[in-house]
């Protein structure tokens, strides 16, 4: 009798079980294929399992450059996409372009107060602590998912050089990407070439590899400083040369990736460069190859680890003309780096960021006829963050990172935000924070008989910032953001130039102000339609009172993407406001315009025509010191380039 | 049959009949299964080719359900994949799947399809207004679906007369 019992009662649950079975077998165990229109009607969906990320509000002022905008624009290298930023300007020299953030634009810093991310991986060189972002700039745009722009101190999260702001490029997904090839040509003897292929398989498998070329006989430009000397008419022709490639391999799954990038600039430089021959230009080469790992592993409940593994080097020759005698001067870095992140949520109203990183800058070597320069550097680094949900409508996001290098540089960055959600789709975000940049191998190291002395011992710069913003969603189709700023700089670095000796070095100069109010919007219209703007009015002064060189006191962008049926034109116009040369002379406000326009001529075939300063206007750069120790005396400006045009032919398969 | 295995076989048909009528699945799977369907009930008017290439734009919003269309066949092809598409590579694709999160896009999309055999699948109630030629609508925890049908027979498409039928409407 027991025995019957036990077996009805088991084969019970076993019918009960097979029923329940039945009914919740969820469909998603069976292929997607098994499921036919009559079932879909009938399914019930559920809810999605996936951990939601929630977008918390970021504790800074971001600009999000899509993929999208780099396209409809024709932007050919990163200081194209930077220059439509916020608070942003570029300075084109004929050697580098430089980014100025905010009214702080110092020319000739190889844009060291900006940290360049490519995923997340740091792309500055070890010498120079270069962020490239002219042509030079080692990934070719048609690559980038996005560019995300943090303006102000990132040194909380990212360590030294993320000083004045932080530009993360991410690239597009493998299997976006597809198959096409592009041929162009333009003025100045422009030409090009690029190849691209990628693709997915239903493992999450992914692969994509990308090779690009471009060549430019450049442009003549009149140096009238220089009319006279010599015998020469102050015009430099032929000596703007520029040829360039790059190539991008990556390879991955569904957690993990790895990507090898390499990237060469020759470039041509007139102006007669730190008082070489005025009829020959310089000639700088630039060259890095980095490879960099990254994965990301969720692990239980609400936590993420992330790590990354980085190895790049950097070499730049440089060639000069001196009473006609040729020198060359070189330089060399090495590096590896690492690190690993935890992200996780150990309260409900909680997100904590844990982090911690080292950098083995294993050689920074610059040679030059006066002598070999060396200086390793090791940098451990560790940091953490933590946004707090205070209420629902307010945030607190806390960070700080501990930097510490073999060369006796120990800082510590702190960062805090308050956001306040205010009704009405209205964010209301208070930041302040502090971050440094310590001096790199070229202005502690770098020494030419003659005409530079080492820097030597040199304190880091530090900054100090507060931001109050406001951001205003406009629908779902925009938003405005109000902000105001200031920057206080300490013990900023720079070359002091001695005009009567030509001798250079680099010192802390002492210390700096810049503050400002910037407004931006964007809006999408109906049609398509989508324009995006900003206007900023910049105030900035030395220790003694004086404004800052290149410091202009009011920029404007209005850039628009307009859908013309078939076609598509891109719009971007800049003004940029009076400001001082290096000398404090006045240099008066100017508007440039590019204008870019698309089409198909069939399905598998594209074109796209751009014209750069459309209007030929007369654009000048404030130039450096290094352009002025010839025998022209000063040359407080450096002309820009007139309307050049382009266009490219892309075929798909 | 003894008593209690007959009501044992009834309380397990009755079950399995209850089964068919309640499936449960999580929304990716769902809309990439429609994906897929709409592939195999719609003609090209172009199909001497390999690849059938099924885009969709902005990040991944499908998944691992979309992952597992690679490959499938659909008559004489194959099904490829290619996610986070910008509206520029819109005509390298053959079907452009536009989740609602990248709703504003579509209009878009619709004027860089331009007349090409493209067949446009968007999500929300609003899609076909905007340019959709497939809308997919959710209803009472199910989701639905809604045809153009002027758009895609001028276009060159053929719509299978089973695929109008289980229509919510028929434009």
Redesign the interface.
Known sequence: MIHERKS?SA??AV?VG??VL???????AA???D????????????????FSQRISESPSTATVIR??EI??HGWRNLSEALASVRGFEISTATDYRYLGVRGFSQPGDYNSRILLLIDGIPANDGIYDQAMIGSEFPLDMNLI?RIEVVPGPGSALYGGNAYLAVVNVIT??S??I?RSVTVGAGSNGFSSGQANAGG?????RHWLISASTERSTGSARHFPQWDGIGGGDGWARGLDDERQRRLFLRYGDEDWSVHLLHGRRQKEAAGALYATDFDVPVTNIDATTQIGLRFQRPLKTTWTLEGQAYAGQFHWEGRYRYSGAWESDMARSGWLGGSAQLTGKPWENQTWVLGASIRDDFKRDQENTGGLSQGKRRTLSLYAQDDIRLTDMFALNLGGRYDRDTLGSRQVSPRAALIVNLPGATVLKLMTGKAFRPPNAYESNYSYPGTQLAGGTLKPERIATTEIALEQALG??GRWTASMYRNRFRDMLGTVTDFSTGLQQVQNIGDALTEGLELGARY?F???VDVRGSLSWQHSEDAAGAPLPNSPRRLARLLAVV?L??YELGWETYYTGPRRDVFTNAVGGQTVSHASL?G?FT??L?WQVRASNLFDRRVVTVAGPEYSLGAAGNVPTIPDYGRQMQIHLTA?F | MSR?AFL?LL??LG??A?????????????K???L??FAK?IQWPDEQRAALRLCIIG??AL?Q?L??????PVRNMQIS?????????V??CDLVFVPADHA?SL??VR?VV?G?PILIVAESSDAMPKGAMVALI?SD????FEVDLAVTRRLGFQVSA??LQ?ARKVY
């Open positions: 009805s084969s019970l019918w097979m029923s039945l009914v919740a077998h969820p469909a998603d292929d997607v294929d499921l036919s229109l009559d079932d879909l009607l009938n399914t019930r969906i559920t809810t999605a399992s996936k993929g999208e396209r409809s998912e597009r997904q299997d976006s597809g997915r398989d239903g493992t999450g779902a189709h999408r109906s049609g398509g859908p049926g078939a698309s198909r399905r598998d594209r798909d | 209690t044992r309380f397990v079950m399995s209850a089964a068919t009528v309640s499936l449960a699945a999580d929304e990716a799977t769902v990439a299964a429609y897929y369907n009930f990040d991944d998944g359900p992952h597992s269309l690679i490959g499938k994949v290619r996610h986070g598409v910008a509206v520029h590579d005509p390298q504003q209009e878009r004027q331009n090409y959710q925890g199910r989701i639905v089973k695929m289980l």
